[in-house]
């Protein structure tokens, strides 16, 4: 009895690492592929930088060579109307004539980055298929798709959730 009681613990055991093991390889094989590359993370911050040292007149041309084709979609948790995507003539314009909601959050978050404080302006990064989202601090998620080997900007979330 006490031997059948031996192996009943033991295949429990046995199980239980088992199962550790699994869950370790998953966590790792996750984070492999999910990594940020440094070439992803160098062209980020590259946009951001050219946001803030041309703060407020940027190159249109060098502005749109971050952004993605299809556009950008522009989200703010403050306000009820719903994520907007704006093509690339729609940012082009906001930008030229310093105005909408184009140009107010580009501004902002060149504004946000250039406080030299991690509570505005470090940077996080975090991969998900093929997408590398970026954290501009506790503000704005910056989220860019992986093209042929570029990054080009697909969605600018404001995330501070004001008078609350």
Request: aromatic share 12%; proline share 4%.
């Amino acid at each position: 009895m006490k031997k059948n009681k031996l192996k009943s613990i033991d295949i429990i055991l046995l199980s239980f690492m088992i199962i550790f093991c699994l869950f370790i390889i998953g966590i790792r094989s996750e984070e492999s592929r999910s990594s940020v590359t440094q070439d992803e993370i160098t062209q980020i911050t590259n946009f951001l930088n050219f946001l803030r040292t041309n703060s407020p007149s940027w190159n249109l041309d060098k502005f749109i060579s971050f952004v993605s084709p299809e556009g950008v979609t522009f989200s703010d948790i403050n306000d009820p109307q719903p994520d907007k995507c704006y093509n690339l003539q729609q940012i082009k314009e906001s930008l030229t004539k310093h105005d909408g909601k184009v140009y107010e959050t580009i501004y902002h978050l060149s504004e946000i980055y250039s406080i030299p404080s991690p509570q505005y302006s470090e940077l996080n990064f975090r991969k998900k298929d093929n997408n590398v989202d970026a954290h501009v601090g506790d503000w704005y998620v910056l989220t860019f798709k992986l093209e042929k080997g570029r990054c080009l900007l697909i969605k600018c979330e404001y995330t501070v959730l004001e008078g609350g």
